[in-house]
């Protein structure tokens, strides 16, 4: 499957962005979908995950009551809306499908398709 990330952007801090990241190629509620950062020297962070039907998530502390993923099947599409943005959540933001269609996932080795990246910055 390939997974096309888009939405990111400058904004200030306390500004809300949303996140979406198109599926093809492959049959989308087959995969359960995560949201990564990552920013320059650091490893690549967990920031959400939801399973194949949307009916669970589970979220990084760091962003947990700020950020919402949801997924909609029949677009194909995740998304990742993002609130009280601050400025460390500043990172390039991707979205990942994991074959484990009813898993959440947190780390990045579970996932088997990656997006190409979409850079959120947040200024102070």
């Known amino acids: 499957v390939q997974l096309q990330a888009s939405g990111g952007g400058l904004v200030q801090a306390g500004d809300s962005l949303r996140l979406s990241c198109v599926a093809s190629g492959g049959t989308f509620s087959n995969y359960g979908m995560g949201w990564f950062r990552q920013t320059p020297g650091k490893e690549r962070e967990f920031v959400a995950a939801?399973?194949?039907?949307?009916?669970?998530?589970i979220y990084a502390d760091s962003v947990k009551g700020r950020f919402t993923i949801s997924r909609d099947n029949a677009r194909n599409t995740v998304d990742l809306q993002m609130s009280s943005l601050k400025f460390e959540d500043t990172a390039v933001y991707y979205c990942?499908?994991?074959?484990?269609?009813?898993?959440?996932?947190?780390?990045?080795?579970?996932?088997?398709?990656w997006g190409q990246g979409t850079l959120v910055t947040v200024s102070s």
């Open positions: 939801i399973t194949w039907s949307g009916g669970r998530n």
């Open positions: 990942a499908a994991d074959s484990r269609w009813n898993v959440l996932a947190s780390t990045s080795v579970e996932y088997d398709f």
